[in-house]
């Protein structure tokens, strides 16, 4: 993995980190680069409430902003911003607003990389807007000072439109740490965490390259 | 939240009868609905502090449960019912889970706009 100068993430749920990228973050954190992740809801919205229920849609937000806490201590994140969006309602609001606070944090920080999802390919309405909205501000930038960008893309037309991702980390070496990051999700990822747990002891092939390899697309602008 | 008690559950409706107060009602079958499953067709809605009143209130069935309000003019329907609280700040939670406790279906009831 190529040493950059700073990192910046960009999700719009607790636990979007935690899947696709916390691998990355936190071999990029073992590696002295620092990482900022700019969080925009607090997935207020998810619909894991446990069976018996452990949450309510009104206590739901509290407890995924002291997960998303645990997780960025995990992986060493030292710099957690919490933009206050709420869930399922990013692509409602002004996106000029989202695309200023993209261009503030890259200046302010200067980033050489910036992680995100990649624009229609990545599900969610909320993946979608973040994605575009980070693409956008990139792309306002002169052309010899944009951050290199490593987007997420998962839909199920990824592979037929954009081929396999150029890049891919092996982040065997830090598994532990991104297992402990999906941990601390508990709320929304205790149903599959034995799962996981019991793949890793047995070496499932699938969990195996869960735990193993992250890949991103580099977007061109 | 624990399982609907209904006389429970009726006698909170009773006493939010009449007040101006604040709904919090959504059903969804979630984000990814359509991305696991292509022949799933996705739908969801919520509306978050919508102030109204209501001049009756019932909640039915063999559970999971019914909920209806009839207000002025028109009514808040509300099916798949499955807990309730009472929470500290005296709003009234009800929630409809599904069999893997995922949430399907809420209406809230508040004298206070909900955060
Ligand atoms: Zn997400």
Redesign the interface.
């Known amino acids: 993995m190529e040493k950059e100068q700073h990192v910046l993430v960009v999700f719009p749920h607790p636990d979007d980190e935690a899947f696709g990228v916390s691998g990355t973050i936190a071999s990029h954190i073992n590696m002295g680069t620092p990482v900022t992740y700019a969080c925009l809801t607090l997935g207020e919205m998810g619909r894991n409430m446990g069976n018996p229920p452990f949450a309510t849609r009104e206590t739901l937000p509290n407890i995924r902003k002291h997960e998303l806490k645990e997780a960025a201590r995990v992986l060493g994140i030292t710099d957690l911003r919490m933009l206050g969006y709420r869930d399922k309602t990013v692509e409602f609001e002004d996106p000029d607003k989202l695309i200023g606070q993209i261009t503030d944090m890259i200046e302010e920080l200067n980033p050489s990389l910036i992680i995100s999802f990649y624009p229609g390919y990545s599900v969610h309405p909320d993946h979608e807007a973040t994605g575009e909205a980070v693409v956008a501000a990139v792309a306002k930038l002169p052309a010899g000072q944009r951050p290199k960008l490593h987007l997420v893309a998962f839909a199920n037309n990824t592979i037929d439109e954009l081929g396999e991702a150029d890049i891919v980390h092996d982040i065997s070496a830090v598994a532990d740490q991104k297992l402990a990051a999906i941990k601390a999700h508990q709320s929304q990822t205790q149903y599959m965490i034995d799962a996981m747990a019991e793949g890793l002891k047995n070496k499932d092939p699938q969990v195996m390259t869960r735990l193993t390899f992250e890949q991103f697309y580099t977007y061109k602008l | 939240?624990d399982p609907v008690n209904m006389k429970e559950v009726q006698e909170a409706l009773d006493s939010f009868k009449d007040k101006e107060v604040y709904l919090?009602m959504?059903t969804?079958n979630?984000?990814?609905a359509s991305?696991f499953n292509?022949k799933f067709f996705s739908a969801g809605a919520?509306i978050r502090n919508a102030k109204l009143s209501y001049e009756r209130a019932k909640i039915t069935g063999p559970g999971p449960y019914r909920v209806g309000l009839k207000i002025p003019f028109g009514w808040v329907y509300a099916e798949g019912i499955t807990?309730y609280?009472i929470?500290s700040k005296s709003?009234l939670?009800l929630?409809g889970?599904d069999?893997?406790?995922?949430?399907?279906v809420?209406l809230?009831l508040s004298e206070t706009a909900?955060?």
Request: proline share 0%; no cysteine.
């Open positions: 939240m919090h959504e969804t979630g984000a990814y991305h292509d919520y807990h609280e929470d709003r939670l929630a889970h069999y893997d406790g995922k949430l399907a809420a809230q909900f955060e």
